[in-house]
């Protein structure tokens, strides 16, 4: 059994090229690697690399991650400006015995010195949300750091083994500097290839307040299906930061376990994930919470030609 789930669906491009690796009887490392570069390397996907939302400085920096489930190898870069594919830097970084996650200047002086291709990440496209996003905010009811849609993937293959992997670009004009949940470990990504994998997606700092990535991977060692872990891990945080801060975040996971099982769950409206396995081609799921248990349904095709033809529309500045 092998098998793929990711987070929102920009990924689905993605988890149907690693698929043909996994289909192959390839490894999960290299599946993982190759389905995050697709997202990084869409520029209309402006949440991720090549293209994603620059800080209040309107510059791209970019956080990514990877780990193996087999070794329990991690790799990580944050606030890296100017190399094309981040997922591929975090994932030589873990093949490190120390220094597996590295920051700025740090990650990036690593980065040419391991000769990882440079690139200008910020796009016109870019340019254009950023300016429209500072008029908005001036003129309108609006927070500056509406947009974070991490790539978040968990993946199993064929000999057993999983990985799990993360990109993003971050909040939408956040603090220079500024660093969420995606690159660290047991928040915006955890996988044993004993037990399964999870990832999140929302507001890294609260979920980082809840660990969630590993949270959800503990619960599936005690037994529980990864959709139970999933909407448990979910709700729980989801309850506990209201109760003690007043209001929560976007809170969104991903899960997979050894046996090719996943579970998804959010709260919030319009989640969207991929997913595809040795018996099920690459889709495309919607999902919603209904008091604590999470539905799903497959995205119809209106609703992704829709999808694309948003994200690929001409911007005008404002």
Known sequence: MWGMIATWTMA?????????????????????????????DFEYYKSVGYGGLPNEDMEVELDAAYMDGDTLDIGAVAAIKDFANPISIARRLSKEKVNNVLVAQGAEKFAHQEGFERKNMLTDRAKIHYRNRVKAVKEQDIKPYSGHDTVGMVCLDSHGKMTAATSTSGLFMKRKGRIGDSPIVGSGFYVDSQVGG??????????????????????????????????????????????????????SVVAMNYQGEWGVATNIEGFSFAVVKENEEPTVYLTKNMNGKCVHEVASQEWLDNYMKTRMAPLVEK
């Not at 529980?224 to 976007?250: F, S, T, W, Y």
């Open 12 to 40: 689905v491009e993605g988890i149907t090229e690693g698929s043909h690796i996994l289909k192959n009887h390839g490894d999960a490392g290299d599946a993982i690697e190759i389905a995050i570069k697709a997202v990084e």
């Open 198 to 251: 999870a990832s999140a997606t929302g507001l890294g700092e609260d979920l980082m307040k809840g660990c969630i990535s590993y949270e959800i991977v503990r619960l599936m060692k005690e037994g529980m299906h990864p959709q139970d872990a999933c909407e448990k891990a979910v709700n729980e945080l989801d309850i506990k930061l209201k109760e003690r801060r007043g209001q929560a975040g976007d809170l």
